[in-house]
């Protein structure tokens, strides 16, 4: 290289030439030019990004740094993006940090990662290595920029995938095609109970149960599976690390990477759903079995109101089979009733559960029934209506007995009205409307009338009293008792027979052809004709119901009692009227007078023992019998007919007030008479001397109680002596009596003790009301009516004791 510059030498100019050697220089540029070409062939085709950046701007980026960032490399060299455009705020002190500390020395070269900014202004994840360098002469930063954004994404999703395995509730188990273990979960170890990592490399047959024939027979068929499909499922029996069974549901898959085979298997823990599937099936069972042994009839219809379930009751309450009825449509429904019946099938779609409905329904013959239904709505696994069940009671017969029930408690209750009315009546006619008129007003009854035999030729009926929807019927009658074609009806034949007539039913008995058609039009379908009779029959007593067949034995006994009594009754007021005309009549004399009068009072003393014996012996017995006939129907009743016990509880509770009424209208009309020795003195005369004449000894402790009680009263008391010694005497065999009578606060309380040989006195209270002693009843019932109690204790060979206590009106003393 030569270098010629102009100088004066010793006046004289000159040029001084400089020749300089630049053949190593020529090949260190040579060289520097091709190593240039080199590092451009290199940054250009790099698959990272390059820069150099000097005095805060770009002076080189090769095109994979200006793509990560999505400019052209033109763009960021000439200055129109700087370095810290590229870089997210939050990082861009980190990065200017790093660029300062190699400036300055003070680092030679970083490494790190920072949030980069993209150009459409999407966040990118940059990791930098750069150092300081001189370029042309001045300090820069060259570097190179990875973009691993996307591998950053990658890592997070592993890392995610990961939290998933080790939080997930299902095991998950990988095997390699060696069926050794390689992979498990937490939740896989727990459920077997291993430690983590415990398991790995084992052979995944340590989990079967059972032997290793069949576990290895089951890993066969699963692999083969698995090589055939890539997946499988089903239920497999495992065991634990203590030796516990359990099953667990599995899905196997095939995986294929890096050229191996894997085996991943998910696992959930079914042993207690197989407890619970287990559990429900057993409850199936059983609720099968109960709907099939049910009495009562189930049914079940589809949305569409189609049978899916007819269990036994059901045939035999309808009289279908359960082939000939699934699948179709109910046929129970009576005729006309199909909309009503599509009403209350949705009212339980609706959710609208029935409970106790009383309805009819169709039996297979035609024929209708009472029933009462529950209904529900019915539901799947997933909580979806699929249907309704109905549960069906039989109520026919338990209404039919309650309707009897009532049928039996009115005329009870009429019956007992009757014989109030029978103690108050003074007056034959008003007798006999008032007995009409509680027939049917309290008996519920249609009509009922009275008509008496005349002894003339034609042997007619003559109506004397009626009650009731009659219309002019009674009149137009034209009765007989004769043995006519108009006297073969129920009351001509029943004055002329004697014995209750009854028509079941007037549209078909022949007898009653005469009178159907007015019958008809008075919806009179069941008539009762019941005798009177006295010496012989006088007349009768007929009622009418507005229902076929009202009338059954039963009944027709109950109101046959009540003709009796009325008969009864009727004769007693004729006799009575007797007696007042008979009166009329001896008032002629003074001396007749007093005859007459000493007779009428001795007849009408008898008369009262009479009417009083009467009432006793069959009055009486015959309710008594009847409340323990109906205390035997209320003990028999079903269970499912509990509801009826009241109504028997009532007519029991109506029975016992009519049988109060007649004993104490039985000792009202014949009162015995106490001698006029003052009850203390006539109670001890009465010890003394019935045991003196039976030969007995008497222990006798009494305290003065003449003035505490009324006449009548004392009566009572002295009667209950009396009856009690004259059984000591007849029953007892007993050699001493003991008698105690003390005062004391508002009452004087009685004693009455024997040694006999005693008796049983559940038996002989609890007897047929025609084996129980009169006495001991008399007994009670005069203690009741002084408002006292009475108490009778024995036992065989122990002797009896009759104990009771009658307060006083003068309390204290």
């Known amino acids: 290289e030569v270098d010629l510059k102009p100088i004066r030498l010793r006046g004289r100019d000159r040029v001084l030439a400089v020749l300089r050697d630049i053949d190593r220089r020529k090949r260190a540029e040579e060289a520097m030019q091709e190593s240039e070409a080199r590092y451009r062939v290199v940054t250009e085709g790099s698959l990272a990004g390059v820069y150099i950046i000097r005095d805060g701007g770009f002076v080189y980026v090769n ?55 993209h150009r459409d202004g999407a966040v990118i994840h940059c990791e930098s290595f750069g150092r300081a360098v001189e370029y042309q002469g001045r300090p820069a930063i060259v570097g190179t920029l990875l973009d691993f954004t996307e591998r950053r994404r990658a890592a997070e999703a592993l890392q995610t995938q990961t939290r998933v395995l080790e939080n997930m509730a299902e095991g998950v188990v990988m095997t390699e095609e060696d069926e050794r273990i390689v992979f498990t979960n937490p939740a896989f170890c727990a459920m077997f109970g291993y430690q983590p990592g415990e398991l790995i490399g084992q052979p995944v047959t340590v989990l079967n149960d059972g032997s290793a024939e069949e576990s290895a027979g089951i890993a066969r068929d699963i692999i083969e599976q698995l090589r055939a499909t890539g997946f499988w499922s089903g239920e497999v029996r495992n065991r634990r690390k203590d030796g516990t069974s359990f099953h667990t549901y599995a899905r196997v898959s095939a995986l294929e990477t890096a050229g191996k ?84 099938d949705q009212q339980t779609l609706e959710g609208v559960n029935l409970l106790g409905l009383e309805l009819r329904r169709q039996r297979r013959d035609g024929s209708l029934i009472d029933i009462r239904l529950s209904t529900s709505s019915l539901y799947d696994g997933a909580g979806v209506m699929t249907g309704i069940m109905g549960i069906i009671e039989d109520i026919t017969e338990p209404k039919r007995l309650g309707e009897r029930l009532r049928q039996v408690s009115r005329a009870l209750k009429a019956i007992t009205e009757c014989h109030q009315a029978l103690i108050r009546a003074t007056d034959e006619r008003e007798l006999l409307h008032e007995v009409c008129r509680i ?53 001509g034949a029943a004055i002329r027979l004697g014995e209750p007539a009854v028509v079941r039913d007037t549209l078909t008995d022949r007898n009653f052809d005469l009178w159907r058609d007015a019958a008809r039009q008075r919806n009179f379908r069941s008539v009762l004709g019941l005798p009177l009779i006295g010496a012989a029959p006088f007349g009768a007593l007929c009622i009418y119901a507005g229902e076929p067949n009202a009338f059954d034995e039963e009944e027709i006994n109950l109101l046959l009692g009540l003709a009796n009594d009325l008969a009864y009754g009727i004769m007693a007021l004729r006799g009575r009227a007797e007696q007042r005309r008979a009166e009329g009549a001896l008032k002629e004399s003074e001396q007749e007078l007093r005859q007459l009068t000493s007779q009428l009072l001795s007849i009408q003393e008898k008369e009262r023992r009479r009417v009083a014996r009467e009432l006793h012996d069959e009055l009486g017995q015959a309710l ?74 008497s222990a006798v402790v009494m305290e003065e109680i003449d003035h505490l009680f009324p006449s009548e009263i004392q009566i009572n008391i002295y009667r209950i002596f009396q009856e009690s010694l004259t059984n000591v005497v007849k029953h007892a065999r007993a050699s001493l009596v003991a008698v105690n009578v003390t005062r004391e606060d508002g009452k004087v309380s009685f004693m009455i003790r024997d040694n006999g040989r005693g008796f049983n006195v559940k038996q002989v209270m609890d007897g047929k009301v025609a084996k129980r002693s009169l006495g001991l009843t008399a007994m009670n019932e005069r203690a009741l009516m002084a408002r006292g109690s009475l108490r009778i204790s024995s036992r065989r060979g122990q002797g009896t004791t009759v104990a009771f206590a009658i307060p006083t009106d003068k309390r204290g003393e």
């Not at 199936?284 to 009751?313: C, H």
């Not at 049988?659 to 003195?681: F, H, M, T, Y």
Request: hydrophobic share 40%; glycine share 6%.
């Open 624 to 697: 008594t019998v009847l409340k323990i006939n109906l205390v035997a129907i209320e003990d028999n009743l079903a269970p499912d007919q509990q509801h009826l016990k009241a109504n028997c509880e009532h007519m029991l509770s109506y029975i016992d007030t009519v049988i109060e009424n007649v004993r104490r209208l039985s000792w009202d009309l014949s009162p015995s008479s106490l001698e006029d020795l003052g009850l203390s003195a006539a109670l001890g005369y009465l010890v003394d001397e019935i045991c003196r004449n039976h030969h007995m000894q």
């Open 261 to 344: 085979k894997y085996w991943i298997a998910v696992q959930e823990d079914i042993t207690e759903r197989k407890h619970a599937e287990e559990a429900l099936q057993e409850a199936n069972t059983r609720l099968r079995t109960l709907i099939q042994a049910s009495p009562l009839a189930i049914i079940a219809l589809d949305l569409k109101g189609r049978v899916t379930s007819w269990n036994p009751a059901a045939e035999r309450m309808f009289g279908w089979r359960q082939e000939e009825v699934l699948g179709r449509d109910l046929p129970t429904i009576p005729p006309g009733q199909e909309q009503a019946a599509q009403a209350l």
């Open 439 to 491: 027939i049917v007003e309290v008996g519920g009854y249609r009509m009922a009338w009275v008509g008496y035999a005349e002894p003339d030729a034609h042997k007619s009926v003559r109506p004397v009293a009626q009650t009731g929807f009659d219309a002019g019927y009674v009149e137009k009658l034209n009765l007989t008792w004769a043995d006519k074609a108009r006297g073969r009806g129920p009351v």
């Open 63 to 117: 095109p994979t740094m200006a793509q990560i960032f999505g400019y052209q490399p033109e763009e960021m060299i000439s200055g129109a993006v700087a370095p810290r455009d590229l870089i997210h705020p939050e990082d861009l002190p980190l990065v200017r940090s790093n660029i300062r500390r190699r400036l300055s020395g003070e680092l030679e070269a970083a490494h790190y990662t920072f949030r980069g900014l």
